[in-house]
């Protein structure tokens, strides 16, 4: 059974920095296409950085230079290191999974078939 849980959320400050974790049971983590997305109030979920077997990465634009996906499969989990944190990264981050090794540049949410719980990242001014 494929389990994700997320950690590391919580409240900094513009410019601060935050590692998310993400704790796959299940599966082996290094396997597959694992990715972050996130849900700012009254918005869709949005793919912003997902790495695959190869292993290779893939940002969306308003996070590539700022953010770091990477795997450690010792831990069987997935980080998001975030850096020069805004205001506007203020939402509920997910770690999902694809059922697949490759994640072939694609950040859609429909892509992704696991999914963790969230967990809030508040960014203040």
């Known amino acids: 059974q494929v389990q994700l849980a997320e950690s590391g959320g919580g409240s900094v400050q513009t410019g601060g920095s935050l590692r998310l974790s993400c704790a796959a049971s299940?599966?082996?983590?290094?396997?597959?296409?694992v990715g972050w997305f996130r849900q700012a109030p009254g918005k869709e979920r949005e793919g912003i950085a997902a790495i695959d077997s190869l292993p290779s990465t893939i940002y969306t634009d308003s996070v590539r230079g700022r953010f770091s996906i990477s795997v450690d499969s010792s831990t069987n989990s997935l980080y998001l290191q975030m850096n020069t944190l805004k205001p506007e990264d203020t939402a509920v981050y997910y770690c999902?999974?694809?059922?697949?090794?490759?994640?072939?540049?694609?950040?859609?949410?429909?892509?992704?078939?696991?999914w963790g719980q969230g967990t809030q990242v508040t960014v203040s001014s």
């Open positions: 299940g599966f082996n983590v290094s396997s597959y296409c």
């Open positions: 999902a999974a694809r059922a697949h090794w490759g994640c072939w540049e694609t950040l859609r949410r429909s892509a992704y078939a696991y």
